[in-house]
């Protein structure tokens, strides 16, 4: 029910002039103690001052945790995207060896190898990326059409961070990077004569 002050006096049995309570929203939520210690400091002692953060602290425990849990999934995940693309080019170092000791054998440089598989780690990462995030988003827009309320909008609105995106495109892209720095110091230490005479 909504209600003037003093209708609301009256159903309930105040005096003009006379509330139970005041309340109040903060621009940034997560700020609520703080204006509340602001606003014990300057109202007297007979007023009470809450907050909805000391009101709900299992709830935000509960947030935390799971700010934490979700924070170590995608460490996790990152680690093992990172040894799989390390171990697939560290195969790929095998089954071309044969060709790179040719190659060594013809003039070119350590550098030069190494390089290859460089680059072609930089190249799925960006494939990864751009395939990661189309398919995020995707997800997340089929999600806000299949999740509807009632009155058919979204359970869950759909928010994209364009900042977040970015920063996730370029980490997958340097951990694709750093993955292929083991195959290719490898790579470097193949002798030519050595993998020739071997097959």
């Known amino acids: ?14 005096g003009s002039g006379t509330a139970s309570s005041i309340e109040m929203q903060a621009l940034d939520p997560f700020l609520a103690d703080a204006i509340a210690s602001e606003l014990k400091a300057v109202l007297p002692d007979t007023l009470k001052v809450t907050d909805w953060k000391s009101q709900n602290e299992q709830l935000l425990s509960g947030l935390n945790g799971q ?21 697939v080019l560290a195969i790929t170092v095998l089954q071309k060896s044969k060709q790179l ?3 060594k054998a013809m003039g070119i440089r350590n550098r030069d190898a190494s390089l290859v598989f460089l680059i072609e780690g930089f ?24 999740a509807l309320n009632p009155d058919g909008t979204p359970v869950i609105a759909l928010f994209i961070d364009g900042g977040f995106i970015l920063l996730s495109a370029v980490i997958a892209v340097i951990a ?15 002798d030519p004569m050595e993998v020739i005479r071997n097959g």
């Not at 909504?2 to 105040?14: F, P, R, T, W």
């Not at 494939?127 to 999600?143: E, K, P, Y």
């Not at 694709?176 to 193949?190: G, Q």
Request: hydrophobic fraction near 60%; charged fraction near 10%.
């Open 1 to 14: 029910m909504i209600s003037d002050l003093k209708l609301a006096q009256e159903v309930y049995g105040y």
């Open 67 to 87: 700010s934490i849990s979700s924070l170590m999934i995608q460490i996790f995940v990152l680690f093992s995207v990172v040894l799989g693309i390390a171990s």
């Open 101 to 103: 000791g040719i190659l």
């Open 123 to 146: 190249l799925l990462g960006i494939a990864g990326a751009v395939l990661g995030i189309a398919l995020g988003l995707g997800l997340a827009f089929s999600f806000t059409k299949f």
């Open 176 to 190: 694709a990077t750093l993955a292929s720095l083991i195959p290719a110091r490898r790579s470097a230490r193949l």
